[in-house]
């Protein structure tokens, strides 16, 4: 099992910046790959980012290539997404997600939201 619960959401004008976690419960975290995805209202939830175990590997929607980062430090089984040039589209509530294979998630958070103002 594994427990996730995310952090770092809020208000910000459009530009701007922030740094969302997702710190994980559990000692088999860094064998998780891990997915950060996103659900505007009225929208389904679409996937935002995605990094494997080792953190080798990265993956990002096309809408957020150049502007977010993921990344994860497995010492604090913590992952991380760096959001700068926020866009009012942006604007949804962002879930972490852990699954044994990239594309297959198999736990979820609570989800934090992200607010970006114009």
């Known amino acids: 099992q594994v427990q996730l619960v995310e952090s770092g959401g809020g208000l910000v004008q459009a530009g701007g910046s922030l740094r969302l976690s997702c710190a994980a419960s559990?000692?088999?975290?860094?064998?998780?790959?891990m997915g950060w995805f996103r659900q505007a209202p009225g929208k389904e939830r679409e996937f935002v980012a995605a990094?494997?175990?080792?953190?080798?590997?990265?993956y990002y929607a096309d809408s957020v290539k150049g502007r977010f980062t993921i990344s994860r430090d497995n010492a604090k089984n913590t992952v991380y997404l760096q959001m700068n040039s926020l866009k009012p589209e942006d604007t949804a509530v962002y879930y972490c997600?852990?699954?044994?294979?990239?594309?297959?998630?198999?736990?979820w958070g609570q989800g934090t939201q992200v607010t970006v103002s114009s």
């Open positions: 997600a852990a699954g044994v294979l990239h594309g297959s998630y198999n736990y």
């Open positions: 559990g000692r088999t975290f860094a064998s998780y790959a």
């Open positions: 990094i494997t175990w080792s953190g080798g590997s990265t």
